[in-house]
C-alpha cells in the first residue's frame, strides 16, 4: 500500500540511550517531515527535509538530529534520550512547496524511563 | 507561542445535528488552512482546506469558514455521524514555506447516538 511507514510502532527507552526512528514514503514525495505529539500541545514540528540533501529545523529540535538519506528516507535520532522525549512521533510527507496536505505516517510510540 | 489555538479541548454532540470546531491563529501571514482527522493509534488524515483568497470551501458534510479579519477559522460537520467521532487537529502553514505546516492542539469530537 502506498503510504509513509515508520518503524518501530513501539519503544522503551532508559535514560542515556540512543535510538533512531525511521520512515519511508514511496510517494515521490519531495519534502519529509518529524512532528511530535503530546497532550494539550498537539504536533509539533521537530524537523523537516524539504528536498532531498537539505534539513532544517522546526519548532522543537533540541535532542534531535536526522538525516535525509534519499528520497524515500528521512530518519530521526535521539542521541542520549531523555524522560521528556515520551511522546508519540509522527513522520509525514508532502509534495513540496504550495498547497497541498501531509501524509502521515502510522506512529511511534517512546518511552523514556 | 502558540500561532494556531484550539481552545476547546473536547465537544460533545448528537448523531445528526451539527458540530462546529473552531480554531484561531495568530499570525497574519498565514494564507493556507487545513483540518486535520485522528483516530485512535493511526496517524492525522486530511480532511478538508482552504485558500486565504476564499472564505468558504465545502465537501460533502464538511465545511470550513474562513473569517480573515478575525483570523479565525470554523469547520461544520452536518449531519453528525458516530464515525466521525476522532480528534480534529487545525494546521496553518505560508505559502512558498516549503508546505511546514503549524498544528493547533487538536479538539477531541465525540458524536453520540
Known amino acids: 500500500n502506498a503510504g509513509v511507514t515508520q518503524t518501530p510502532k513501539f519503544q522503551v527507552l532508559k535514560t542515556g540511550q540512543s535510538m533512531t526512528l525511521q520512515c519511508a514514503q514511496d510517494m515521490n514525495h519531495n519534502s519529509m517531515y518529524w512532528y511530535r505529539q503530546d497532550p494539550g500541545m498537539g504536533l509539533r514540528l521537530i524537523y523537516y527535509s524539504a528536498s532531498e540533501g537539505t534539513t532544517d529545523k522546526g519548532e522543537v529540535p533540541n535532542g534531535y538530529n536526522v538525516s535525509r538519506l534519499n528520497k524515500r528516507e528521512f530518519s530521526l535520532r535521539l542521541e542520549s534520550a531523555a524522560p521528556s522525549q515520551t511522546s508519540v512521533y509522527f513522520c509525514?510527507?508532502?509534495?513540496?512547496?504550495?498547497?497541498?496536505?501531509?501524509?502521515f505516517g502510522s506512529g511511534t510510540r517512546l518511552t523514556v524511563v | 507561542d502558540q500561532q494556531v489555538k484550539q481552545n476547546s479541548p473536547s465537544l460533545s454532540v448528537q448523531e445528526g445535528r451539527i458540530s462546529i470546531l473552531n480554531c484561531d491563529y495568530t499570525?497574519?501571514?498565514?494564507?493556507?488552512f487545513l483540518w486535520y482527522k485522528k483516530y485512535p493509534a493511526e496517524g492525522p488524515t486530511f480532511l478538508i482546506s482552504i485558500s486565504s483568497i476564499k472564505d468558504k470551501n465545502e465537501d460533502g458534510r464538511f465545511t470550513v469558514f474562513l473569517n480573515k479579519s478575525a483570523k479565525h477559522l470554523s469547520l461544520h460537520i452536518v449531519p453528525s455521524q458516530p464515525g466521525d467521532s476522532a480528534v480534529y487537529f487545525c494546521?496553518?502553514?505560508?505559502?512558498?514555506?516549503?508546505?511546514?505546516?503549524?498544528f493547533g492542539a487538536g479538539t477531541r469530537l465525540a458524536v453520540h447516538p
Open positions: 509525514a510527507s508532502s509534495v513540496g512547496t504550495g498547497s497541498g496536505g501531509y501524509t
Open positions: 499570525n497574519s501571514m498565514f494564507d493556507y
Open positions: 494546521a496553518a502553514s505560508v505559502s512558498g514555506g516549503y508546505n511546514k505546516l503549524i
